[in-house]
């Protein structure tokens, strides 16, 4: 599975078709080395921040009530572009399903999605802001393939740790719904902010990640004492995930040092250790290689 | 003393009794490749979330004043159910002292002690919510067995350190208590969240830990100036826990990766991967060791 | 790109005139080894450290108030000494370019910068605490060149994963934007604190990065199960940036302790440590290479 | 200085007086494998952690006016038997300058002389705190060898990072010179809370450190977006500390591993890597060393 995640991240590759407009669009709408293609990938750009910044300027109420059908009818643009860009790209690919089911196929189709769900659930307007992730593209277009590759390696990290990561957040959870219980019991009759156990939890988790918003604060000595406890806790726990991370970006990058170069003549087996001399699994003399 | 902690975290091995009414019980309870495990488990895991539930919603005085009756009921239901459950795993093992103080037998005992305290001392109600601790369960029904595996190697890492991160979190203690001391001279005049060393210390241990609720925050000149030399010394050590964390997960890592048990007979080398057959240095076939 | 950062960190070398006045001067103001350059340099620190304190108490009002016309000429009198030591800086290298280039050029020109623009931007006062950078050279005048060359190896390591961290922040950067408008959605017509999306995100950046100001915090029931959502999530992506700068770390160091350049020229065994002079494996000479 | 510095965390060695009264002494006061050496040990520890407390329930105001002569009488009784102690100390080791200059002795006379800076300046009285750090003695005393040992560990690891960590805190405090001046030029006028720049500095530490007390806090749109951009910074360069540490522990632990059994019979060189044959010095062959 982590592979095929990873994989995902992509865009689809193999899927350029081989001749037509279809490969001249593909060229123009997923690829960059082309005049056409620049210009519509920084279009394309400019496109979505001025969308982000339109929908954030919207959420402030005194700026869209002057200008409220300025608003609408930018939004109603933004929608059918971006519309008629995903009609466009799953019609130039030639395994249209493999670019829907891609990593950046579905963040376009979120892109759009919140619109059309609008007409259903006003709510669901500022939504749309998820259109931000396609800004992701900026790193592929242009050519930032450096930064792509280190993320690969961050996404793969990240993939490899995420069983230990699991284990651990569970714990913290469960930590969490535990110590703010004891807490409800300690503060509720003198405290108006431990109103209930969710409520309890939710300031254990604030004080936990060491967040500490002070919305809520035990107000008891026993609360207090608990409270310090629950810190401290906090503090040293953190050193968890990132011990996960860091040792597993080590190995990462250990693997990456085993001689990529030597394989064994013999068996076909390669990551060799770099004082190796001879196949650990066949026993075939290495050949030195540059 | 750390391979004991580890151990008690798994069920009681070699504890299935061989034959009888006895071994049925066990499969069903302990263990889930039967139909009924399975049935039995998911039964189990769908009581304890819905009793933890109960606990929260409990606690939420409009709710609990409205279905005082219900709550009443169903909490005495859960009682009965997991008492008798506690029942029949004691019942059903071979050696029932073993499962009893086995990680899992604790928490099965804790999950329903608060019960029948709560007869006697009736703020130890929500204490129930330690019930949550069993959906620990969940890794091990499910068959996630990788993920207990990852469990193990945190809990054997952080075990590994835990002398360390003790001696270092006395040394944040007596931190906090030094320089608590020091903003109550500095403060306790001026400022009214400052009322007593005690006080002051909670302050220390907010700070230190970065957690920063703002309940009480220093007045004067001086006590801003410890203040932020509390915060950069805070933002410091927290390195200290983490490095520690990180270089053991390290060389648990190491240790996993190198067999140590296989050496090269011919010329003695050591630390040769797991799958290594030939020695990587004279090419020598490497003799199997258990 | 990374080398020539690093090298801009150090003062210009090569730069020193053969005779004359202007390597007298040199002598004075970028060295440090004769009894005139200690002088400057003591004097330098010594106004560097006032000028820095006398902004800092201008922008107290009371104290401003009663002291005008003093900070006035004071400012003034810094003002005029720091072009002066400026000018005969640019005058007695050989490259003025290359030192207006450098990074302790361009510190110098920024010092006294804003003290011009103030004639017409009154607003760029304070700017003048840009001077307090001069202190770096603290480092340099006190021959604390292993502070210098610790901090080049920090530098060194941060430039080497400013890839890997500009990939991450831009992530952060973009799971706040989304999950602050989320955020909206749920609070703002129950929240005054949630009064629009750009809000909503400097409080979505406030919690991941578990600062917590707690000057706007949620009110909902969902609004407080998202924000724990964020928190944690902030808690456990801590450990990425660590992981990165950890991992660095330790590449760094292996690669100043090993020596690459040197090979066995009889085994081919390489990474030998730098005090080796025989290879490890076979014994053979090692021979000495630039 | 390193060496130095952890020499002092021992108590002096080689100063046990060879015979008479002082010998007697000295085993019962530093040592604790003689039953009245053990008693002892147990009433100093008693009498510390009681003197903390006492000090801790007088800085509660309504407690100390109830029982002012309990305290005044017992804070004499402590000192007194403090002072006595010290003296018995010094009076019993061979060399008393060098266990005065120790860092228990330091400790020592630290947790006596606030008792009699009171009497000149009042306000010294709660430094008396200071004797909680005698409690450090708790490891030595109960043979916790194995905790010392680690936190020896410990203080190498940060003795040899403390030039990277002061460096870089040097490097976090101008930043937040800088940019709590930019703030208080972006908010000094529509935020009471940005009053001066020393106020706006301490702002800026609380916010690097992800404090976040929110005592203070931007109010306007440009202070927000630059309070998130040091927040994010705070939250990455949070690494770096952690990096530096992490990195210093894994060295300190391989240097620990490297095959301290092996020596060459030539040259004596020690520290060989495990896979050596040969000397890395002289070329002499390696023998075997179980």
Redesign the interface.
Known sequence: MPVDVVDKLEDPRHSKPEEGWREKLYEIIFESHTRAGKIFDIVLIALILSS?AV??LE???PVYERHKILFRSLNLLYTILFTIEYILRLSCVKKPAEYARSFYGIIDLLAILPSYLEIFFP?????M??R??R??RI?RIFKMI??LQ??R??VF??IRSY????????F???LA??LG??M??LE?EKNPGF????????WA???????????I?PHT?LG??L??FI??L???I????????????????RQEKQNPLTRCEHCLLEG??????????????LE?QS
């Open positions: 982000v929908i954030m959420s402030i109420e709510h669901t307007h500022f939504l802001l998820i931000s992730f800004l992701l790193f450096n930064f280190e993320s390696l961050l990290s990240l069983r230990k990561i699991v284990v651990f957040l569970s913290v959870v469960l719904v535990f219980s004891i409800y019991v509720y109103t209930s156990i969710p409520q309890s939890i939710y988790i604030v004080t936990i990640t060491t967040v500490g918003y002070g919305d604060a000595a207090k004492i409270a310090s810190m401290i906090g503090y040293a953190i050193a968890v995930p990132t011990g996960i991370v860091s040792a597993n970006f080590l190995k990462e990058w060799h250790e770099f004082d190796a001399q001879y196949c650990r699994r066949c026993g075939h003399q030195e």
